[in-house]
C-alpha cells in the first residue's frame, strides 16, 4: 500500500489514477462506458467547443434583447461561466468514460490501447486541420460574418474552446469510435 | 473502415482463443491478468477486431497451453475443429 503514487507530469496524470480507471475499480462511472453515452458525451463536448468559441460574440445578444447594461452583463457573465464549466465538466466525464487512454503513457497501457490512443491522436489532428482550414476559408473567401468581426473584446473566447478542443479531441474520437465489449 | 484497429484489415487474424480460454475455465479478465492487458483486449482479439502482436500472440499461446499455430490462422477454423 505504500507504494509512491508515480505523477506523470508531462501527461498530466497520476499512475494510481490512470490504474483506478483502467481497472475499473469506482463502479459509479459505469454508466459513461455504453457507446450510447459516450456518443452522447461527445456531442454535448462539440456543444459547449461551439459556444464557448461564440462568447466573444455574445455582446451582440444583450444589446438585441434590449437589455440595460447591467442586467445584460450579469446575464452574459453568469451564462458564459456556465457554459465554460459545463464544457469542462464534459471534458471530465470524457477522460472517465475512456479510461483515461487518450492521456495516459504507454507504460501503463497494453498494445491495443498504444495503438487506439495514436489512432485517435492522427484523426483529432486531422479534425482540427479541416476545422481549422474551414475557418480560414470563410474568414478569406466567405463573406462579412459577424462572427468575425467581434466589437470591443479580444477573441480570448475562441483560445479557450481551441484549447479545449485540442485538449479534449483525442478522447472525443476515443469515445465515439471504441465499440461496446 | 475508417476507424479500423486491425494491424491490417485486408487480411484478419482468425483465432480460437475464447475456445481455449472457456476450455480452461478462466474468465476475460483471468487471462487479460495472465497476459498482462486489459481484459478489453481480450474481447477484441476473441471478436477478431483486433489482430495481436506477434509477442501478445505468443503470450497468449503459453497462457492457454497451446502451440501459436493452433490459436491463429489466417484463414479460419473449420467449426468443431
Redesign the interface.
Known amino acids: 500500500m505504500s507504494k509512491k503514487n508515480k505523477i506523470y507530469w508531462f501527461e498530466g496524470v497520476t499512475e494510481k489514477g490512470v490504474k483506478a480507471l483502467?481497472n475499473d475499480e469506482n463502479s459509479k462511472y459505469q454508466w459513461l462506458r455504453p457507446q450510447r453515452n459516450r456518443r452522447i458525451l461527445v456531442i454535448l463536448m462539440s456543444l459547449g467547443l461551439v459556444l464557448t468559441s461564440l462568447g466573444s460574440y455574445w455582446p451582440t445578444l444583450k444589446t438585441n434583447l434590449n437589455l440595460s447594461p447591467g442586467v445584460g452583463l450579469v446575464i452574459y457573465s453568469v451564462t458564459v461561466i456556465f457554459v465554460i464549466f459545463a464544457t469542462l465538466g464534459c471534458y471530465s466525464f470524457l477522460r472517465i468514460a475512456v479510461r483515461s487512454i487518450a492521456d495516459a503513457p504507454d507504460e501503463l497501457?497494453?498494445?491495443?490501447?498504444i495503438?487506439?490512443r495514436n489512432?485517435s491522436y492522427r484523426?483529432a489532428y486531422f479534425i482540427l486541420c479541416y476545422v481549422l482550414m474551414g475557418l480560414m476559408v470563410l474568414m478569406f473567401f466567405g463573406p462579412e460574418l459577424q462572427m468575425f468581426q467581434p466589437e470591443g473584446n479580444d477573441g480570448s473566447y475562441v483560445v479557450i474552446a481551441a484549447l479545449f478542443a485540442t485538449a479534449a479531441l483525442p478522447s472525443m474520437v476515443m469515445a465515439w469510435?471504441e465499440?461496446d465489449? | 473502415m475508417l476507424f479500423s484497429m486491425s494491424r491490417n484489415p485486408e487480411e484478419p487474424v482468425y483465432n480460437r482463443i475464447e475456445d481455449a480460454r472457456l476450455a480452461l475455465g478462466l474468465t476475460r479478465q483471468e487471462l487479460a491478468d495472465k497476459v498482462g492487458v486489459h481484459y478489453q483486449t481480450i474481447g477484441y482479439l476473441e471478436r477478431e477486431e483486433y489482430s495481436p502482436s506477434l509477442v501478445l500472440a505468443l503470450r497468449i499461446a503459453k497462457s492457454l497451453n497451446q502451440e501459436v499455430s493452433e490459436l491463429f490462422s489466417l484463414t479460419p477454423f473449420k467449426k468443431g475443429k
Open positions: 483502467l497501457l497494453d498494445e491495443r490501447q495503438a487506439v489512432t484523426y469510435r465499440k465489449i
